[in-house]
């Protein structure tokens, strides 16, 4: 299985800040990735796929890019509705496994 | 509009089986690839299915052999049919849609709760 790695686990930041999450797979997985964004109590929200396309919906304060095995999500200016757990997925092979999540919460 | 809805969970015990299942609406379940997520109190994302339009499916390691996602076209309904239930199969179990053989899970559910307890 291809296993995913986000770092870091969990960050601190304030309104108005720059904010990139990684996530590394221990395989090449080209650019078959994507980005979810969770909040509590509620079912994912794709942001990202394909590594660096946008999802329709989602401001553009969200990128993403990356191939192989190194991805990055970055925020340009945080919001107070982006403070929430996000997560990498890759779609390369099966299991589509996830990372283990990066919680932004509010400095 | 797009909409997923899961029924099915709840409390069972532990070698007992369930089954789950997802009301679509706005589009067609079999005409697209459909996914089952699930995430364990307090956990992480964890896929667990797929089913492909042409009807081929794939499974996570950890189900293989004890759950099985099917579809009924007629009534335009995801399942998901979960045998020899573990502790460890407590969690809250998304659908989703995909957007294409690779693509993301676009749309998701509100997702139901399974608790496998004695």
């Known amino acids: 299985d291809i296993e995913m790695t986000q770092s870091p686990s969990s960050v601190s930041a304030s309104v108005g800040d720059r904010v990139t999450i990684t996530c590394r797979a221990s395989q090449g997985i080209s650019s078959w990735l994507a980005w979810y964004q969770q909040k509590p109590g509620k079912a994912p929200k794709v942001l990202i796929y394909?590594?660096?396309n946008l999802q329709s919906g989602v401001p553009s304060r969200f990128s993403g890019s990356g191939s192989g095995t190194d991805f990055t999500l970055t925020i340009s200016s945080l919001q107070p509705e982006d403070f929430a757990t996000y997560y990498c997925?890759?779609?390369?092979?099966?299991?589509?496994?996830f990372g283990q999540g990066t919680k932004l919460e509010i400095k | 509009e797009v909409r997923l809805v899961e029924s099915g969970g709840g409390l069972i015990q532990p070698g007992g089986s369930l089954r789950l299942s997802c009301a679509a609406s706005?589009?067609?379940?079999?005409?697209?690839?459909m996914s089952w997520v699930r995430q364990a109190p307090g956990k992480g994302l964890e896929w667990v299915s797929v089913i492909y339009s042409g009807g081929a499916t794939y499974y996570a390691d950890s189900v293989k052999g004890r759950f099985t996602i099917s579809r009924d076209n007629s009534k335009n309904t995801l399942y998901l049919q979960m045998n020899s239930l573990r502790a460890e199969d407590t969690a809250v179990y998304y659908c989703?849609?995909?957007?294409?053989?690779?693509?993301?899970?676009?749309?998701w559910g509100q997702g139901t709760l399974v608790t496998v307890s004695s």
């Open positions: 394909d590594a660096s």
């Open positions: 706005g589009f067609t379940v079999s005409s697209n690839y």
């Open positions: 997925q890759q779609a390369n092979s099966f299991p589509y496994t």
């Open positions: 989703a849609r995909d957007k294409g053989i690779v693509g993301p899970h676009d749309y």
